[in-house]
T-cell receptor
């Protein structure tokens, strides 16, 4: 299996621009997670889906952030408009089922907002 | 106070040494995870455990539910073990709460 795939791997953009991060989970996995990692706050859960349905989005920092999962093999995390404080590494992870399961992480997208 | 506390924050060891990283948590959990993040940034799940002990190669993870404490041990450490080790607890559903990580450097 190819593992969790994320794109782009690196993104540099200017403040105010829209940013879209993409994730393809491992085939057959029913849960998908979006995380953000910064030096100051470490790893934080932003939102997670189960069977394409958002279960908990309490970690989404504000309305500028939105996430979708239109089908079992694709999810997006969108920031509009982006701000410098959004600069971070964004990880997508997937797991087979709900509940406490091993999560498989993608390589991350390193975002820099100037 | 963070829900998940790790110690030490930084650790330097000589190749071959036995290493212990600790994780304490303050909430009831259904499982505890140990993750490894390499210098290149990738994150790998090492263990998920809810009781007792698990072993994989030179890595051993233990958990004491009553004391709300877990340890990750590395035997015969090697420079390729240099990474950040992250403890995470799952307390409700699928959500994980992460510790701040322990940065390990193993010198040859």
């Amino acid at each position: 299996d190819a593992g969790v795939i994320q794109s782009p791997r690196h993104e540099v953009t200017e403040m105010g621009q829209e940013v879209t991060l993409r994730c393809k989970p491992i085939s057959g996995h029913n849960s998908l997670f979006w995380y953000r990692q910064t030096m100051m706050r470490g790893l934080e859960l932003l939102i997670y889906f189960n069977n394409n349905v958002p279960i908990d989005d309490s970690g989404m920092p504000e309305d500028r952030f939105s996430a979708k999962m239109p089908n079992a093999s694709f999810s997006t995390l969108k920031i509009q408009p982006s701000e410098p404080r959004d600069s971070a590494v964004y990880f997508c992870a997937s797991s087979k089922n709900r509940g406490q399961e091993t999560q498989y992480f993608g390589p991350g997208t390193r975002l820099l907002v100037l | 106070k963070n829900e998940v506390e790790q110690s030490p924050q930084n650790l330097t060891a000589q190749e071959g040494e036995f290493i212990t990283i600790n994780c304490s948590y303050s909430v009831g959990i259904s499982a505890l995870h140990w993750l490894q993040q390499h210098p290149g940034g990738g994150i790998v799940s090492l263990f998920m455990l809810s009781s007792g002990k698990k072993k994989h190669g030179r890595l051993i993870a233990t958990i004491n539910i009553q004391e709300k404490h877990s340890s990750l041990h590395i035997t015969a450490s090697h420079p390729r073990d240099s990474a950040v080790y992250i403890c995470a607890v799952g307390s409700s559903g699928d959500k994980l709460t992460f510790g701040t990580g322990t940065r390990l450097a193993v010198r040859p």
